[in-house]
């Protein structure tokens, strides 16, 4: 997910989508130029007798049914049509339909029209539009209708159900904010208080997201079943609007935008004019790398909420070695290890086949799986998807970070090993999602030991907005040459895997990275 997003930011910059929207005149400047502030190009047509060109012209359209007239209506009808006959993404902000039967009726025939890429509304909304009983007070959510801890589950199979039937993503706005596409579910839990201090930050998010929806358009559920014939699936890829493209990187996209945006223009702000000011530049202004620093997120399947896989913990990176271990006491050490607090485990198995590599990565996972620590595969894409691990490992002799990815999909880990700036950017712009440097000190596991300066490990860090793990030769004893180095995260080897007492070791590692990373 977090690399579906940074890729989506990049793709918008570089193509500056035209995004149509047909919105209410309270929030139309900020809709536009939250638009122009992330890269794309806002057109705000809504006369009747020329939205039907300029919507087919556009990348995406917007359609937002507060403070409607006549006109408007009309001209969302043509709209809508026009871009299901272009297979044009939609979003449809469901403003004030728990509320006002007129806007009611006006979405339930737009989406007889056709299908919206993503529906947007609270969750007064989402229920009064899936003809359940809502409370709302005028546009905003009534309190027995909020998200809680206590109706989650009731409320999931709902919004689920709802993005089935509809074939769209669903994206309901809250406190935290819910995004399905049916099965999978986010929750964006960024924010702040002060947004709903000024009007239309609602309508902005939805702005927000509409400018992501051209960036889906990459035919990744396609190349994923050319490339994979065995039918390896990483996630759902919803068929919308007649374009493969995962719409649920959008919605998270946008909402995440704003509540980060939000947050850190609280921080600076005096009240709710140097806010609107304020939010507007963060928006604009922020880095990759804060992006993915004050993104919080989480995900939930069918079987309950689970942290987003690329939520990546690399403070303790575990990397095995069979060179001095039976089988029997490697097993033994990774479940020390994890008990002692790994945050990341990878098999590496350089002389294995491929048969022996998949059995011992079986066995390694249902130990890392009881532990909730993901396991990571050397080098073998195969074993990876096989055993179903949280990712792969590639090292720059082996496959290319980018056709790893490419097999991997958008929703499974892909390491690197990076000993430049160079390297480094150019696996994160190839789609890694962290980066392991070094190494450090001179090592036992190659027999030749390349050494990476701590200096070139803080220019990676620096250079980079993914975790970077220093890695080679370290302990508990010599790890303080990284301090200052701004690394996520320390990978070892000996350390734990020749320890006499590797839980011990495990946790006494970490409690020394933590503390020299000032975590």
Do not use: W
Not at 138 to 150: F, N, R, V, Y
Not at 397 to 402: E, G, K, L, Q
Not at 458 to 479: F, S, T, Y
Request: glycine share 10%; aromatic share 2%; hydrophobic share 45%.
């Amino acid at each position: 997910m977090r690399q579906r997003i940074l890729q989506l930011r990049k793709r918008i910059k570089e193509e500056k989508p035209l995004i149509h929207c047909i919105t209410n005149p309270i929030s139309i400047h900020d809709c536009a130029n939250v638009v122009l502030a992330v890269g794309a190009r806002p057109i705000m047509a809504e006369h009747p007798a020329e939205v039907t060109g300029i919507t087919a012209s556009a990348g995406a359209l917007m359609l937002n049914l507060g403070n409607i007239t006549d006109a408007r209506i009309e001209s969302m009808k043509r709209s809508m049509r026009t871009a299901m006959e272009n297979k044009i993404p939609v979003l449809l902000d469901l403003v004030g339909v728990a509320c006002s039967d007129l806007r009611l009726d006006l979405a339930r025939e737009l989406l007889r029209i056709g299908h919206p890429a993503v529906l947007k509304g609270n969750m007064s909304e989402l229920l009064a539009v899936s003809g359940l009983p809502s409370h709302a007070i005028g546009i905003d959510a009534g309190a027995q209708d909020a998200l809680t801890a206590e109706n989650m589950e009731t409320v999931s199979e709902v919004l689920r159900a709802f993005s089935r039937s509809n074939q769209a993503i669903v994206l309901a706005t809250g406190k935290q904010d819910f995004v399905t596409d049916g099965e999978r579910i986010v929750l964006v839990q960024n924010g702040s208080a002060a947004l709903s201090g000024i009007t239309g930050t609602g309508c902005m998010v939805g702005a927000l997201t509409a400018a992501f929806l051209p960036g889906c358009e990459d035919n990744i559920a396609k190349e994923m079943t050319d490339s994979i014939e065995a039918g390896v699936r990483s996630g759902v890829e919803m068929e919308l609007n007649g374009k493969s493209g995962n719409y649920l990187a959008a919605a998270v996209l946008g909402t995440a935008l704003m509540g980060i945006a939000g947050e850190e223009a609280e921080k600076i702000s005096r009240g709710p004019g140097s806010f609107q000011v304020n939010l507007l530049d963060e928006i604009y202004g922020l880095s990759d790398r804060q992006l993915l620093d004050l993104l919080r997120l989480k995900c939930t399947e069918k079987e309950g909420i689970r942290m987003d896989r690329k939520d990546l913990d690399v403070t303790l990176y575990l990397v095995t070695d069979s060179s001095y271990h039976t089988e029997e006491s490697l097993l033994r050490t990774v479940e020390e290890a994890c008990k002692g607090g790994v945050t990341l485990v990878q098999l590496r198995e350089k002389n294995k086949g491929g048969r022996e590599y998949l059995d011992k990565a079986f066995k390694v996972k249902e130990i890392t799986d009881r532990y909730n620590v993901p396991l990571i595969i050397d080098d073998r894409v195969d074993v990876a998807l096989a055993c179903d691990a949280a990712g792969v490992h590639v090292g720059a002799s082996d496959i290319p970070v980018a056709v790893a990815r490419k097999l991997m999909g958008p929703d499974k880990i892909v390491g690197a090993t990076a000993k430049t700036v160079e390297a480094a950017v150019k696996a994160y712009e190839d789609g890694a999602d962290y980066l392991g440097v070094g190494a450090i000190y001179p090592t036992t596991t190659k027999v030749v030991t390349i050494l990476t300066k701590v200096s070139t490990l803080k220019d990676i860090c620096e250079a980079v907005p993914i975790p970077a793990v220093a890695i080679g030769g370290l302990n508990a004893g010599n790890m303080d040459v990284l301090e200052g180095a701004g690394m996520s995260g320390m990978a070892v080897v000996s350390a734990i895997m020749k320890a006499e007492d590797p839980q011990g070791n495990a946790r006494e590692l970490k409690e020394k990275i933590v503390a020299l990373m000032g975590k």
